[in-house]
């Protein structure tokens, strides 16, 4: 179990420096100069010049990404253009409404979504399922941004049960916490929601076909044992694969959902060093953002093991 861990731990070095080359060569072949958005536009050729070379800007490429690359190796991150503040700095100071919005996401997308899949794949053709899957298709199709304006307009604005934007640490309390974090949290579950409820409804479908559940049912077992104990537990390992896949999705919908509600977490905060072309901000946000996708995966391949006895690496 440890070698396997070992393993699949070093397995993620490669898939971190090639994200941090692809990231680094795009960031530099893209246009704009970070140097004039930071000298202004009344500056000159030579204040332009003058602030490549104090970036280090003026170098070649390779040169560039080396010093990087070793700064990273020792956990430096960099300073950020912009803000003048080092990156692991701002990532650490922005982390907390970042994950509070994932996992209060992930909580109840799960405490919804599965026992969804599960009663729409009992019920199969019946209008809870029909509902489920017209809910799927909107929840694909509707961007989340919109989701939000709407959420915003009807229940913060028109019914005023709700702050419109902004974030109250947990230091404030739960209370405060919570009520900042609801309307983001149910918008960003949307599109996640849709794909683990219809994913789980396809995987309890086909797992009720089978011959252990039709010997179950005849042991006089009952219905919601037969749900759960044997559906459901034999139906898991392609929920959890879609639960870790989705966490690109959970990623990519924060970055829309904390700019909506003015969030600022690590979303907000990359939008940000995009406008400005932060190059070291922006390079330690994809990282930071790749090794969790990259850790949820290898936790995902790790349950395979509990989940089915049968599958050994």
């Not at 300073?79 to 109840?108: G, H, N, W």
């Not at 209008?127 to 989701?147: C, E, Q, T």
């Not at 604005?157 to 109250?168: D, F, I, R, T």
């Not at 977490?265 to 994809?286: C, H, K, N, S, Y």
């Amino acid at each position: 179990m440890h070698f396997l861990l070992f393993r699949r731990m070093l397995s993620t070095v490669p898939v971190l420096v090639i994200v941090a080359i692809i990231v680094f060569m795009i960031l530099r072949l893209t246009p704009g100069d970070p140097a004039a958005a930071l000298v202004g536009d009344n500056g000159t050729s030579a204040d332009i010049a003058k602030v490549r070379a104090s970036l280090g800007l003026d170098q070649p490429l390779p040169v560039q990404f080396a010093n990087w690359a070793g700064k990273m190796l020792h956990g430096n991150l960099g300073d950020s253009y912009y803000m003048k503040q080092p990156v692991t700095r701002l990532i650490a100071q922005r982390i907390e409404p970042t994950l509070s919005l994932s996992a209060l996401t992930l909580v109840f997308t799960l405490l919804v979504a599965v026992p969804l899949g599960v009663i729409a794949a009992w019920r199969h053709g019946g209008w809870l399922d029909r509902m489920l899957m017209g809910f799927s298709v909107a929840g694909f199709s509707v961007p989340s941004f919109v989701i939000g304006y709407l959420l915003i307009w009807a229940i913060a604005l028109h019914a005023k049960l709700l702050p419109v934007q902004g974030y109250a640490h947990l230091s404030e309390g739960i209370g405060p916490w919570l009520e900042h974090l609801i309307l983001p949290a149910f918008t960003l579950s949307i599109v996640y929601l849709a794909l683990i409820a219809r994913v789980t409804r396809a995987a309890v479908a086909e797992a009720l076909t089978e011959d252990y559940i039709r010997t179950a049912r005849a042991k006089g077992i009952s219905e919601v044992r037969v749900l759960i104990r044997h559906a459901l537990a034999n139906a898991a390992v392609p929920i959890v694969t879609v639960i870790g896949i989705g966490i690109g999705l959970l990623i990519g919908g924060v970055v829309v959902t904390e700019t909506v509600y003015a969030i600022p977490g690590l979303g907000q905060l990359t939008v940000d060093a995009v406008l400005a072309r932060d190059f070291p901000l922006i390079q330690g946000i994809t990282l930071f953002f790749s090794f969790v996708y990259v850790l949820i995966n290898l936790l995902v391949d790790l349950s395979y093991m509990l989940l089915d006895p049968r599958i050994r690496y």
